[in-house]
């Protein structure tokens, strides 16, 4: 059986997000009211794979989702926004992930995800789903999935000439086969330092030089209000400036800026003009509350280009 193409296919995870607003973070020990409270579809592969197809990319799922209303939520917004849920797998009596977040009034967040279902996906799934990542043209994935799935879709992406993309949220370890196997690394500022083991006066070129000599081929690091730069082994470093928005709260802005880019580069534009889109999506993102809520259209995004 031929499985239906895609342009880009996410190694995903799926968490529902619970969201309250406090004044400031929160010291150990202490207890504050919040102002508010809402659920929301979250998930950082989930929110990529939705800022894809808002981009205007057909968009195919890797998943491992709870048999439970959470579960259920995720397969409706997927169904909504027209990506192709054919290999998410609901785990019998499992519960799926969930990430609390507590948002500040400066739009900046903390978030906890507890993974559930989604920590039981490994390279068995991926390779159900090898019709589907074989013939797509970007693979990509964060590290809230497990390292083997996403090292098993990027060895079937790397067969397959198409790109992979790697967000490396939340930062953490990562096995040097994975870096070997990354084309295009979205970092932000704490992720980069972090993954790079440098100190904190280090350079951003600096750091990004240390994941270079592991083998990714180039990354753009994600910089909030001051746009993203992007560092290669081969060529100057090239620096975008930020789109000036009014943030209403940050949550997902990474995702957008990795789904837009994976868009991009699915309908061939060069990593240069696609880290454009991204970041211009990215800033627009940030402008209404949720992680999905201020995510643009391709519409939205060339009308904000096209007035900067
Ligand atoms: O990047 C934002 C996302 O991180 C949230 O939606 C939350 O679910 C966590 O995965």
């Known amino acids: 059986m031929t499985d239906k193409t895609v342009d880009v296919v996410c190694v995903a995870s799926w968490n529902v997000d619970l969201v309250s607003h406090v004044p400031q ?5 202490e207890t504050l009211m919040a102002s508010s409270f809402a659920t929301s579809p979250g998930g950082k592969g989930s929110n990529a794979a939705v800022a894809a197809a808002r981009q205007g990319a057909s968009v195919g799922l890797i998943a491992r989702i709870g048999d439970d209303d959470f579960g ?3 397969l409706a917004l997927w169904a909504r926004e027209g990506i192709d849920p054919r290999h998410v797998v ?8 969930v990430a609390q977040i507590l948002v500040y009034e400066d739009g900046d967040n903390s978030i906890a995800v507890a993974p559930g279902a989604g920590l039981g996906l490994n390279a068995q799934h991926v390779q159900a789903a ?7 043209k970007v693979v990509m994935a964060s590290l809230e999935v497990p390292q083997r799935a996403t090292c098993e879709a990027f060895a079937l992406a790397k067969q397959a000439g198409a790109w992979t993309l790697l967000n490396p949220a939340p930062a953490q370890p990562v096995d040097a086969a994975l870096w070997r196997m990354v084309d295009v690394l979205t970092p932000n500022e704490s992720e980069l330092q972090s993954l790079s083991g440098l100190p904190a006066h280090a350079s ?36 975008l400036s930020g789109h000036p928005q009014k943030v209403v709260d940050t949550i997902g802005a990474g995702d957008t800026f990795t789904g837009s880019l994976a868009a991009a580069l699915a309908r061939g534009e060069g990593l240069e003009q696609a880290m454009r889109w991204a970041n211009a999506a990215a800033a627009l993102s940030v402008t209404q509350a949720s992680a999905l809520g201020g995510m643009p259209s391709l519409q939205a995004t060339r009308a904000a280009l096209q007035n900067t």
């Not at 090898?130 to 797509?136: D, I, K, L, R």
């Not at 990714?216 to 620096?239: D, I, N, S, Y």
């Open 204 to 239: 951003l070129q600096e750091a990004a030089q240390v994941l270079l000599s592991e083998g990714v081929q180039a990354v753009v690091v994600t910089l909030g209000e001051k746009g993203c730069a992007l560092f290669r082994a081969e060529a100057p470093p090239v620096w």
């Open 25 to 29: 973070p929160l010291k150990r020990g």
């Open 90 to 97: 609901q785990a019998a009596g499992e519960r799926s992930g």
């Open 130 to 136: 090898q019709g589907m990542v074989s013939a797509c």
């Open 72 to 74: 259920r939520m995720g």
